[in-house]
């Protein structure tokens, strides 16, 4: 026997029945369902209005046993094809509210009931076009050739980066082989000029060599003579100074490299950074557009306000990184915590997972609860954050003379990020540090 499919659904939550009870009435209810009426109104049946009995209410074992069947042949059905997991229905609306294909038992439940929805093919060709309002999907192809482009540019700047530290290794390489060519042709000139003077000598000793056998008879001290003009040719420094050319090459090369390499303690994440912010593409500077770029709405992005965080977590020891504030005058530095929200717009206190220092219409402040005002003889155009995970420490100084400006003392419990705010079109530029070489002996 086939049930109608609303003579098992529930009268409370319109939805097949869970648990299903059944009231001396007749009336029959999800169990939770009938709970949470009775527990925000007198106890009586939600649908006659009779009052309920004292004690529990029996299951209803027969109706549970058609529903649980009922949804067991949904479920079957939903594996061979695009059904309704709750319904077993085929998955024929688009609700525009909930961003989701349902069927048409969904659409009359409580959750969809006031809900817009559209067919779901009419929604499909919506979709491709990107004209469906609120759909997920509905990328149109002028945003996807800006992602194809702005993936080009992150592209060609890292194969800039590459090329230009390619560019400085086939430098190098240039320059020793230039180096070793040279050696080898001053070596070769003086070989051939010091073989002509021989081979003019061995002429002259040619034509001395009988009248030097004829005196050899009556004096031995000629060979002798002979023999040590012989040896007093300088051979020295005729053979190529391998040892200098090959001496800790790699070393000298890579030392060489170093002067065209910065290291940046800290970048920033692009996937994190608010539409309206504008990233370098070597990830170590920032600044804001009136205009939104076209990026992806991911759960990791910032979406109220224009900030941004650094790539790594820091979970334990000691951190520092300069920035560049220059002519900027509306920025927050500081650390954020893992946990911050990034889809509500929360004020930069502690107590919601930020420690910063804000500048803004002309006046430095300790972002503490309630902020605190900061004097200065000077406004600081670089500072220095520095985090001591451990001890609880976040700092701010002046970076050109070390100068303290504020002290934040907290407990850690989450990992911590660099974090960066600004509405200004200055840009907030995170400054390279010097790259120090050291030998270690044994």
């Not at 499909?124 to 080009?152: M, R, W």
């Not at 004096?219 to 040896?231: A, E, G, H, R, S």
Request: overall charge negative; proline content about 6%; hydrophobic content about 35%.
């Amino acid at each position: 026997m086939i049930f109608p499919e609303e003579d098992l659904t529930c009268p409370v939550c319109c939805d097949i029945f869970k648990d299903p009870i059944l009231l001396p009435c007749s009336h029959s209810f999800c169990r939770n369902c009938l709970k949470r009426c009775w527990d925000s109104r007198l106890r009586g049946c939600p649908v006659c209005r009779k009052r309920g009995p004292k004690a529990d209410p029996p299951s209803n074992l027969a109706l549970r046993n058609v529903c649980e069947a009922l949804q067991q042949v949904k479920r079957q059905n939903s594996e061979r094809g695009d059904n309704c997991d709750l319904h077993g229905e085929k998955l024929k609306l688009f609700c525009l509210a909930d961003k989701q294909p349902i069927c048409v038992v969904c659409q009359s439940s409580k959750q969809h009931k006031n809900h817009n929805c559209l067919p779901t093919e009419e929604a499909l060709v919506d979709c491709k076009v990107g004209k469906t309002n609120g759909c997920p999907n509905s990328i149109s192809s002028d945003k996807c050739q800006h992602f194809y482009e702005l993936a080009l540019v992150k592209l060609r700047s890292t194969e800039t980066q590459f090329e230009e530290l390619h560019q400085v290794l086939y430098q190098e390489e240039s320059w020793r082989l230039e180096a070793v060519k040279k050696e080898e042709e001053e070596k070769v000139a003086v070989v051939t000029e010091q073989m002509q003077e021989v081979s003019a000598e061995m002429l002259s000793i040619t034509e001395n060599i009988s009248s030097i056998q004829k005196q050899l008879v009556l004096d031995d001290m000629v060979l002798l003579k002979v023999y040590i003009w012989l040896n007093s040719q300088n051979t020295a420094g005729l053979l190529i100074d391998v040892a200098k050319h090959l001496s800790n090459l790699k070393y000298r090369v890579w030392e060489n490299i170093v002067d065209h390499v910065d290291y940046t303690p800290v970048v920033l994440d692009p996937i994190t950074a608010h539409p309206c912010l504008r990233i370098s593409g070597d990830l170590t500077s920032l600044s804001y557009s009136k205009e939104p770029s076209c990026c992806p709405d991911n759960p990791e992005r910032f979406h109220m306000s224009a900030e941004v965080v650094g790539m790594t977590a820091l979970g334990s020891g000691s951190h520092h990184w300069v920035v560049e504030t220059g002519s900027n005058s509306d920025w927050f530095l500081g650390v954020a915590a893992l946990s911050v929200q990034r889809s509500a717009e929360v004020a930069a206190r502690p107590e919601n997972g930020l420690w910063t220092l804000c500048f803004r219409d002309g006046e430095l402040r300790a972002l503490t609860s309630p902020p605190t005002s900061l004097t200065l003889s000077k406004i600081p155009t670089q500072v220095k954050v520095q985090l001591d995970y451990n001890k609880g420490r976040v700092c701010f100084y002046d970076s050109t003379d070390d100068t303290l400006i504020y002290d934040f003392t907290e407990i850690f419990t989450e990992p911590l990020f660099p974090y960066f705010y600004t509405q200004s079109c200055h840009p907030l530029k995170i400054m390279p540090e010097k790259l120090l070489m050291t030998v270690l002996r044994q």
